[in-house]
Antibody, heavy 123, light 110 residues
Framework: EVQLVESGGGLVQPGRSLRLSCAAS????????MHWVRQAPGKGLEWVSG????????GYADSVKGRFTISRDNAKNSLYLQMNSLRAEDTALYYC????????????????WGQGTLVTVSS | QSVLTQPPSVSAAPGQKVTISCSGS????????VSWYQQLPGTAPKLLIY???KRPSGIPDRFSGSKSGTSATLGITGLQTGDEADYYC???????????FGTGTKVTVL
């Protein structure tokens, strides 16, 4: 059974940093691209960042470029999101999602999602 | 700001059919596959359709997808109360070099 379990969310002040983690199991982690998708309270889905199977290609939404860094550790079956210079508008539920393809730019779809970890940016 | 436009809401009686449109451009839907997601209240999104019209294992054939040009459509037949949810289309945008989702559509079963 595929499982994606996010952690690391919480309440943080504007300008501070937070690191999210996603522990994956039930599939061959290093065969697939992975993504972070967020959803602000009462709003729609927003793609945040994606990373290819071997970390060879990475992409970010313009809204987080230069502030967030995605990474993965295939030996630990884990995905990460380092979030710096956090803003109030980064407040959202952050989902980890598995791609059906190898590349972060794959258009095949996200076939498994975690339950999300809530990040609240507020003073 | 999403570049894929969906109607905010659609509704129909139980047993009826609804369709949800997703309008994009040549840099996204026009040249990439479209996927569709169902998000039941308080839960994570779930993949319904991938590569325009394929259903993952376990998704009933009441759900169907199609694509024409720069638009895609999700169809739900035999509507059930359990289908009440938000539905999102998604794809890759080659100009933005980013993943994108539609604005979302709330399905209500009357």
């Amino acid at each position: 059974e595929v499982q994606l379990v996010e952690s690391g969310g919480g309440l943080v002040q504007p300008g501070r940093s937070l690191r999210l983690s996603c522990a994956a199991s039930g599939f061959t982690f290093d065969d697939y691209a992975m993504h972070w998708v967020r959803q602000a309270p009462g709003k729609g889905l927003e793609w945040v960042s994606g990373i290819s199977w071997n970390s060879g290609s990475i992409g970010y939404a313009d809204s987080v470029k230069g502030r967030f860094t995605i990474s993965r550790d295939n030996a630990k079956n884990s995905l990460y999101l380092q979030m710096n210079s956090l803003r109030a508008e980064d407040t959202a539920l952050y989902y980890c999602a598995k791609d059906m393809g190898h590349l972060h730019s794959s258009d095949r779809g996200f076939d498994y999602w975690g339950q999300g970890t809530l990040v609240t940016v507020s003073s | 700001q999403s570049v894929l436009t969906q109607p905010p809401s659609v509704s129909a009686a139980p047993g009826q059919k609804v369709t949800i449109s997703c309008s994009g451009s040549s840099s996204n839907i026009g040249n990439n596959y479209v996927s569709w997601y169902q998000q039941l209240p308080g839960t994570a999104p779930k993949l319904l359709i991938y590569e325009n019209n394929k259903r993952p294992s376990g998704i009933p054939d009441r759900f169907s997808g199609s694509k024409s040009g720069t638009s895609a459509t999700l169809g739900i037949t035999g509507l059930q109360t359990g289908d009440e949810a938000d539905y999102y289309c998604g794809t890759w945008d080659s100009s933005l070099s980013a993943g994108i989702f539609g604005t979302g559509t709330k399905v209500t079963v009357l």
